[in-house]
């Protein structure tokens, strides 16, 4: 679309306001002294993060009519659970944008940093953050998780930090090619692997799209394995954390920012929400984590990595895995049934359907069979057990009587995470 004059902008609102990235958008509008307000179908610690920024947030099954506003803002998955409210906002001739169109309005206000890639985007995100804060370049950013470092008076930190220098370090997602919303001046690939086969025909198709990113970017960071050997020692575990930590240093290099800065900034970084994150001990000794590995190549990695922690024969470790698309399943059905040789006990909740209709080709007790015939492959011991739903799963858990022997992770980008705040303790 053509630029939209952002000083004419003076009320927003946001359509699925809680998501994770959108949110970190809204935050920004409240920032540049616009009025923001959204409707959101549930509750949850980006509703919370809003409401102390001040921000009013309607509940979809409260919301009578549609606001008015200078811009309608929506999330991906307000296409299907509310396309009534989109239509609206259409109907109202004002401008409406999916998040990332309106991101990448804003973003020509800035120097932006873009982080792509199948893999690692996130943490790689939140990693140069951090190192550019740490250089005293103040950026603005925007990542698809909370990070502490941005609002580390708060307890689970923000997904945005208001910054007063000229570059902006943003998460740029591939899926349905949003990050070529951005003209950046450095884009980073951690890698590019067959995923969201539902807006790509195939990998080549994909590889396309990283293409035309790398053509209107001014520079392009792509191989970064030289500054692996620079990698300080980390607080994260796992290969895959030191690649997204040599891409780092990669960028740091780029905009000539010393070398031990960057490397104790590393040093510092602790993670970010929902990325293999340590939430505690329950009561009877077992440690728990959450881990928003959603893909075949992420859930090894995140099993790896724990295995470095805890190796095999110190720990017991349960993976509680939700399947995200029916299609991603389906695509990449053989590579999920593979991706669980670390894991001791794999349950599995319902596949998250998200922006989805019904396919009842695949599901999560064709994908159990699987994983226990993979199982019975590698001539390994394992259970593995499939839920029709979110209720049995918790009984099952409960029934378990995990110890102090015991690691449980519950793993995807759906919602397996509530039923380990349902069904534990942690002290």
């Not at 004419?8 to 699925?16: P, R, S, Y």
């Not at 980073?188 to 035309?212: P, R």
Request: glycine residues 8%; negative net charge; proline residues 3%.
């Amino acid at each position: 679309m053509k630029n939209l004059d952002l000083s004419k902008i003076k009320k927003v609102f946001f359509i699925g306001i809680g998501g994770i990235g959108i949110s970190a958008l809204a935050k920004m509008c409240v920032s540049k002294g616009m009025e923001v307000f959204g409707v959101n179908d549930e509750d949850g610690k980006t509703i919370d993060s809003l409401k102390e920024a001040g921000i009013h947030v309607v509940f979809q099954k409260n919301m009578k009519e549609l606001p008015e506003a200078d811009l309608y803002v929506y999330s991906d998955a307000w296409i299907y659970r509310g396309p009534e409210i989109l239509e609206q906002a259409r109907a109202s001739g004002k401008p409406v944008l999916s998040y990332f169109e309106a991101l990448g309005q804003f973003a020509k206000e800035y120097k932006v940093i873009a982080i792509a890639g199948t893999h690692g985007k996130t943490t790689t995100t939140a990693m140069v953050s951090g190192i550019l804060i740490d250089a005293g370049l103040d950026p603005t950013c925007v990542v698809g998780s909370l990070v502490e470092k941005f609002d580390p008076a708060n307890v689970i930190g923000s997904n945005f930090k208001k910054g007063d220098g000229e570059y902006l370090v943003v998460e740029a997602d591939e899926y349905n090619r949003h990050f070529l919303n951005f003209r950046p001046f450095i884009t980073v690939i951690t890698n590019i692997e067959a995923d969201h086969l539902d807006c790509y025909k195939d990998l080549a198709d994909i590889q396309q799209a990283f293409n035309k990113l790398s053509s209107q970017s001014k520079n392009v960071i792509s191989d970064y394995t030289t500054y692996l050997d620079k990698v300080p020692k980390l607080l994260v575990a796992g290969l895959h954390n030191k690649l997204n930590a040599a891409a780092a240093l990669a960028v740091a290099d780029m905009l000539k920012i010393k070398l031990d800065v960057a490397q104790k900034s590393l040093a510092g970084f602790a993670g970010t929400w929902r990325r293999l994150e340590k939430k505690g001990k329950t009561e009877e000794g077992t440690i728990i984590y959450d881990d928003y590995a959603h893909h075949p190549t992420e859930i090894k990695a995140s099993l790896q990595a724990l295995r470095e922690i805890y190796p095999k024969g110190s720990k017991k470790i349960t993976v509680l895995f939700q399947p995200h698309l029916y299609s991603r399943t389906k695509a990449l059905f053989d590579d999920f049934a593979e991706s669980f040789a670390e894991a001791d006990r794999v349950l599995l909740l319902p596949i998250y359907f998200a922006r989805e209709a019904l396919d009842e080709s695949v599901s999560s007790e064709k994908l159990g069979n699987a994983i226990c015939a993979s199982f019975l492959k590698g001539d390994k011991q394992a259970s593995v057990q499939a839920f029709s739903d979110f209720t049995s799963a918790e009984k099952a858990v409960l029934d378990l009587e995990l110890g102090p022997n015991d690691v449980f992770v519950t793993m995807g980008a759906g919602e397996a995470y509530k039923v380990a705040d349902k069904v534990f303790k942690i002290v």
